[in-house]
């Protein structure tokens, strides 16, 4: 508990006379409350989770833009199931009876970072909404098989098939960390085409986009590239593109 004081000073009424000084301690009750987090990357050599976190230093690269979403066990009334009936059956199972209901939804930061917190006492699973993983070719990593390349990759942080004793169970405002998601892409280049106004380098207000541009990738610094990619599929809107996969040819594009 928290002893809050408050506390009235020279209170006065409308001719502009003090009617009140006091003050009174009041005790609050604060609740705990747990926290789910890790990160999404990209497995850049598709070799699964490396050491403790699953990103392997100087290789992998974090993903930003990924949607992740939480879901929690509630009951008829929307109030967390916790403690269960029977945690040897499932959320939806009876006695439990409970619904799997989408709670939060975060989207990874510069750095890969997602987090969900002030979660109260129950059960939890996480999601990874795989179409926001720009070029995936595959799951790599995933957080319920760490230590080898996942070979029951889900995109998913427990499951909803489970029995409540194996998800995500928040029982003593308990924080879970390193809930990490490793994903093999495609090489990606995507930006922007646009006329630069002042010619500073910057998208500033001013600038404006250039549909319609086709955009191809080619090997860089050659001349005569016998072997090389070219662009398999180009995504634009207005001035925006994204090439996301590529074949390999025999001659230059």
Same mark, same amino acid.
């Not at 409350?33 to 403790?52: A, E």
């Not at 799997?100 to 996480?126: H, I, K, M």
């Not at 995500?168 to 646009?194: C, M």
């Given at each position: ?38 990160? @999404?990357?990209?497995?850049?050599? $598709? /070799?699964? +989770?490396?050491?403790? *976190?699953?990103?392997? &230093? ?89 230590? @080898?390349?996942?070979?029951?990759? $889900? /995109?998913? +942080?427990?499951?909803? *098939?489970?029995?409540? &004793? ?88």
């Amino acid at each position: 508990q928290v002893v809050t004081t408050v506390k009235v000073e020279s209170a006065k009424n409308c001719e502009g006379k003090t009617v009140l000084t006091a003050s009174d301690n009041e005790a609050i009750t604060v609740l705990d409350r747990g926290s789910i987090s890790g990160v @999404v990357y990209g497995d850049k050599d $598709n /070799d699964g +989770w490396q050491g403790t *976190t699953g990103v392997e &230093s100087g290789t992998d690269y974090y993903l930003p833009g990924v949607e992740i979403k939480l879901y929690g066990c509630l009951s008829s009334n929307g109030m967390p199931i916790y403690p269960a009936s029977n945690t040897s059956k499932g959320c939806t199972d009876a006695p439990n009876n409970g619904a799997w209901t989408a709670l939060q939804t975060d989207t990874t930061d510069s750095n890969g970072f997602y987090r969900f917190e002030g979660l109260e006492n129950g059960y939890y699973y996480a999601a990874v909404t795989g179409s926001t993983v720009t070029g995936m070719i595959s799951q790599s990593a995933d957080p319920d098989q760490t230590g @080898v390349k996942c070979t029951t990759c $889900n /995109d998913s +942080w427990k499951n909803a *098939t489970d029995r409540l &004793s194996r998800v995500g169970i928040v029982g003593a405002a308990n924080d879970f960390f390193q809930v990490n998601f490793g994903y093999y892409l495609d090489e990606v280049i995507s930006g922007k085409v646009y006329n630069d106004v002042n010619a500073n380098g910057i998208i500033d207000e001013s600038d404006l986009p250039i549909p319609g541009v086709t955009v191809k990738r080619v090997s860089g610094g050659c001349t005569s590239c016998p072997t090389t990619f070219i662009r398999c599929g180009l995504r634009h809107s207005g001035s925006h593109y994204l090439i996301a996969k590529w074949r390999r040819m025999d001659s230059n594009p």
